[in-house]
Nanobody, 119 residues
Framework: QVQVVESGGGLVQAGGSLRLSCVAS????????MDWYRQAPGKQLELVAT???????NYADSVKGRFTISRDNAKNTVYLQMNSLKPEDTAVYRC?????????????WGQGTQVTVSS
């Protein structure tokens, strides 16, 4: 079984920075794309950033230029560096890992980590 665990959330003032981490663990699997999503209270789940196994990245327009996604394939870990945070970035941030074991592809979600940006 593959598990995904996020960390690094917290309370920060507007203009501040946070770095989120997401570690995938388990046996006999490989990772493809890894994504960060967020969901604010009363709002839909939003794709924030994605990174392929080869390192190609994509960002939501709302975070371009402020957030950076990266990964360490040796550690099965993806990071989200968030700079110039705004109150509207407040949300639960969740990691999704697209994994593969033998011929089977599947996605695994983490429980999420709360990010709160105060004005």
């Amino acid at each position: 079984q593959v598990q995904v665990v996020e960390s690094g959330g917290g309370l920060v003032q507007a203009g501040g920075s946070l770095r989120l981490s997401c570690v995938a663990s388990g046996s006999m699997f490989s990772l493809n794309a890894m994504d960060w999503y967020r969901q604010a209270p009363g709002k839909q789940l939003e794709l924030v950033a994605t990174i392929t196994s080869g390192g190609t990245t994509n960002y939501a327009d709302s975070v371009k230029g402020r957030f950076t996604i990266s990964r360490d394939n040796a550690k099965n870990t993806v990071y989200l560096q968030m700079n110039s945070l705004k109150p509207e970035d407040t949300a639960v941030y969740r990691c999704k890992a697209d994994a593969q074991r033998s011929a089977r592809s599947f996605s695994v979600w983490g429980q999420g980590t709360q990010v709160t940006v105060s004005s």
